[in-house]
């Protein structure tokens, strides 16, 4: 009785997943422990040649790769299918379906102040990141205790990605919010999340 040979199954993508619209791009899914996972694209560098390896599947059978190939944080229509490799005995799956899927234009972050951080009342610095394409950053300050006060500013990021604001507003003491979110031609990211900070 002959032996039933069973071919390499190609790996399964668990994320992103047909039609997502996503801000973090973090690629990952299941496949045999110990394989090298190869990926094609439209969006990870390496494109000399189509497949690429990325990452390799753990003892527990899962992969991931958190893209940080420069150019795939441009929010645009992207694609990426994956095959992956045993080193022994060798052998090579047949590649996945392709998923398709929208980047979204990521969330900017803020890196001063941080929170628990006091602002001054009337000279203020505040700085991030964002995308390194010369992208408008929103700022908004709103205090959270009686009057509620709303305060709103506006910089860019430079080529390299980072941003810096000196707004001068005057303001109360007491406990604020502080959040931000980018703009990139037609694209919109959601707000930051919340930074608790006081004005002393």
């Not at 610095?125 to 700022?139: A, C, D």
């Amino acid at each position: 009785m002959e032996e039933k040979i069973i071919a390499l199954t190609p790996p399964v993508i668990l994320n992103p997943k047909e039609g997502d619209k996503i801000d973090t791009l973090i690629l990952e899914g299941t496949g045999k422990a110990g394989a090298a996972i190869l990926m094609e694209s439209n969006f990870l560098d390496g494109h000399e040649s189509p497949w690429i390896k990325k990452t390799e599947v753990k003892s527990d059978g899962h992969w991931q790769y958190p893209v940080i190939d420069k150019g795939a944080e441009i929010p645009r229509e992207l694609w990426f299918r994956a095959k992956q490799e045993q080193y022994w005995p060798p052998e090579m799956s047949e590649p996945s379906e392709k998923v398709f899927f929208t980047k979204l234009l990521a969330l900017p972050v803020i890196t001063k102040p941080i929170a628990g951080d006091s602002l001054h009342q009337h000279e203020q610095m505040i700085k991030g990141t964002g995308l390194y394409i010369n992208t408008n950053i929103e700022i908004e300050l709103t205090k959270t205790t009686p009057p509620a006060l709303t305060y709103h500013t506006t910089t860019n990021t430079d080529g390299a990605g980072w941003w810096e604001a000196t707004p001068k507003w005057s303001l109360m003491p007491g406990p604020y919010v502080l959040k931000c979110r980018q703009i990139f031609k037609e694209h919109t990211s959601r707000w930051s999340d919340d930074l608790l900070v006081t004005v002393e």
